[in-house]
């Protein structure tokens, strides 16, 4: 399994390695970067090392004779990578990464991010195995500000379909998406993120403490990174406007958490550290409603289905969540989600948790269980490993 990055908080990576090595596989997992959140048993090449080899092999000559043939390519993967140094270290990275795998040798390869493409690509002409790309997002657009990473994860994502015999996504919005502007990609095998448990654990009293606030308040949760485009800045903004036994309580961190802190009421929103992926669902236990209020902002957004619209339900939690397609797709069927507009503001945000009896609370509960039951992560680790299985049978 290889990503950019291999997050100890990525619930997708450690359920996908959980189920392979449970099916019997020898997994080994590589990152293009190493970093403090980085999974246990992850290896991250050493890319300074393997370049120091190819220069006194004479490597560097055939490095830069052929970079004025690649300067266009050269110039769009800085474009999405950032100045030259960084283009350079990736550059590196691919080589390293690729040369790693080739040692290694595995039958078929998982791989995430469009970064780690290149060095797939490379190995795969090294003579390597098969190669599973499974796209978390629809890259293309996962930031609609950035044109320059747009064009590069187009031209990457084009130019690596080719060497890739399996293709793996995480709904059918995204799927579709895919079909239609990468079309050299192989059919797409939908494994959704859902989650692992199947029954919510009892309630300890831990999120309640840790936020400072009494057991009988009710509390609307966000779990998960504070970045841009969730629509933090309103429910923030709604937590002073929620209705009297209500609070907002922030789990996670994030480069918006100075600024969602300096704007929160201290008296009616909390916030709390991050807690271990394990350990998740005894926190999300005690939470009354789940916010998902990801913004319609790009395609990317527009389909996506977050971890969390299927880590709510199973911890017994419904969800205040925006219209977006997917997730109205898969919860309204079962009653387990209350839907504002994408771009809702605080008032409105408020207003709707306010309208919520515990009549209706109670009804998504059921929805939940419900839903958790028909949507479990097992089914979707089957599909998972038997694509797995099918490209190494074919190798």
Not at 123 to 134: E, I, M, N, P, S
Not at 163 to 176: L, P, R, S, Y
Not at 341 to 363: M, Y
Request: aromatic share 8%; hydrophobic share 50%; with cysteine.
């Amino acid at each position: 399994m290889v990503a950019k990055l291999f997050d100890r908080g990525d619930g997708r990576l450690l359920k996908q390695r959980a189920a392979l090595r449970a099916a019997g596989a020898e997994v080994g997992c590589f990152a293009m970067i190493d970093h403090a959140r980085s999974a246990p048993d992850v290896t991250t090449p050493d890319w300074r090392a393997a370049r120091t080899r190819t220069a006194m092999t004479g490597g560097i000559v055939l490095a830069a004779g052929v970079f004025g043939a690649r300067l266009a390519a050269g110039r769009a993967t800085r474009d999405a990578i950032g100045d030259a140094s960084s283009w350079l270290a990736y550059r590196g990275q691919v080589r390293a990464l690729a040369d790693v795998l080739a040692a290694w040798r595995p039958d078929v390869v998982v791989c995430s991010d469009p970064e780690t493409l290149p060095a797939v690509v490379r190995f795969k002409a090294l003579g390597g195995g098969a190669v599973l790309y499974d796209a978390h997002e629809f890259h293309e657009e996962e930031d609609h500000t950035d044109p320059g990473r747009q064009a590069w994860v187009q031209k990457v994502e084009t130019r690596a379909a080719g060497a890739i015999d399996g293709f793996v996504t995480v709904n059918a919005g995204i799927a579709a998406l895919y079909a239609e502007r990468r079309p050299g990609l192989p059919p797409a095998v939908i494994v959704h993120n859902a989650g692992e448990l199947e029954t919510p654990p009892a309630y300890d009293g831990r999120l309640h403490r840790a936020a400072g606030l009494p057991a009988s308040t009710r509390i609307l949760l966000f779990q998960g990174g504070l970045a841009p485009m969730r629509g933090l800045e309103a429910l923030v903004d709604a937590g002073a406007w929620l209705p009297e036994g209500w609070a907002l309580v922030l789990m996670g961190s994030g480069r918006l958490e100075p600024s969602l802190r300096a704007r929160a009421d201290a008296d009616r929103v909390r916030f709390v550290a991050p807690a271990p992926f394990a350990e998740l669902p005894q926190w999300t236990v005690g939470a009354a409603l789940g916010a998902l209020l990801y913004e319609d902002l790009n395609l990317n957004q527009r389909h996506c289905s977050p971890n969390k619209l299927w880590e709510y339900p199973a911890a017994g939690v419904p969800m205040l969540a925006t219209d977006l397609p997917e997730i109205q797709r898969l919860a309204s069927p079962y009653g387990v989600a209350f839907f504002v507009p994408s771009g809702a503001g605080a008032t409105d945000i408020a207003a709707r948790v306010a309208s919520l009896t515990d009549a209706d609370l109670a009804e998504a509960r059921v929805g939940a269980a419900a839903f958790t039951r028909l949507h479990s992560w097992r089914a979707n680790a089957e599909a998972f490993v038997s694509e797995v299985a099918r490209l190494a049978a074919d190798r």
